[in-house]
Nanobody, 115 residues
Framework: QVQLAESGGGLVQPGGSLRLSCAAS????????MAWYRQAPGKQRELVAA???????NYADSVAGRFTISRDNAKNTVYLEMNSLKLEDAAVYYC?????????WGQGTQVTVSS
């Protein structure tokens, strides 16, 4: 079992920045894949960014160059640094982990982008 706890969401103006955190209940160095997804009202949940056991990462085209996913193994935390935020980035952001054949989700953190 893995518990994931997101934090860092909030209200930001277009062009602003936020950093989301996802704290895991197990050592993330052993987690195959950790990722951030988001879901806007009326839309399907979509992958934002992922980080893999070997250190590789990938990003949705819509956020590449603006968002950065990173991990701090000592703190068992994965981060999502979001810069140059746009109105269309507003959503609930969820942390996801794939570990020992199981899939785990956090409860989500709201990101609101508004002027």
């Amino acid at each position: 079992q893995v518990q994931l706890a997101e934090s860092g969401g909030g209200l930001v103006q277009p062009g602003g920045s936020l950093r989301l955190s996802c704290a895991a209940s197990v050592g993330i160095f052993s987690i195959n894949r950790m990722a951030w997804y988001r879901q806007a009202p009326g839309k399907q949940r979509e992958l934002v960014a992922a980080t893999f056991y070997g250190g590789s990462t990938n990003y949705a085209d819509s956020v590449a160059g603006r968002f950065t996913i990173s991990r701090d193994n000592a703190k068992n935390t994965v981060y999502l640094e979001m810069n140059s935020l746009k109105l269309e980035d507003a959503a609930v952001y969820y942390c996801h982990a794939f570990y020992n054949g199981g899939v785990y989700w956090g409860q989500g953190t709201q990101v609101t982008v508004s002027s």
